[in-house]
């Protein structure tokens, strides 16, 4: 059975990761549109904004908030929220 984009996408949107990251408010645009909607994801300023919810400590990396459809922003939008994922975790003391 073939799959395509747009149900592919749609089961993503669907998925408990959307889930959880749409209890934080109404993505960048507030368009519910599903292409918008995974656009606003890939692009990692939403991400990011959730991110500064959870550990707000401050950082010298600013987001690009105009991303504009350029590859290499999202990269690096997305890399600067790996870094943080992790510099949260490994700033955390691990209870027992």
């Not at 998925?15 to 749409?22: A, D, G, I, M, Q």
């Not at 890939?42 to 707000?56: E, S, V, W, Y």
Request: aromatic share 8%.
């Amino acid at each position: 059975m073939d799959v395509t984009v747009s149900e592919l996408m749609e089961l993503f949107l669907q998925s408990p990761l959307v889930t959880w990251v749409k209890t934080f408010g109404p993505f960048g645009s507030g368009n519910q549109d599903n292409l918008t909607m995974y656009m606003d994801l890939a692009d990692g300023i939403f991400l990011n904004q959730i991110m500064l919810q959870i550990d707000p400590r401050p950082t010298n990396q600013r987001i690009n908030k105009h991303v504009n459809n350029d590859v290499n922003l999202r990269i690096q939008n997305l890399t600067i929220l790996v870094r943080n994922i992790k510099t949260y975790y490994q700033a955390k003391p691990v209870l027992q």
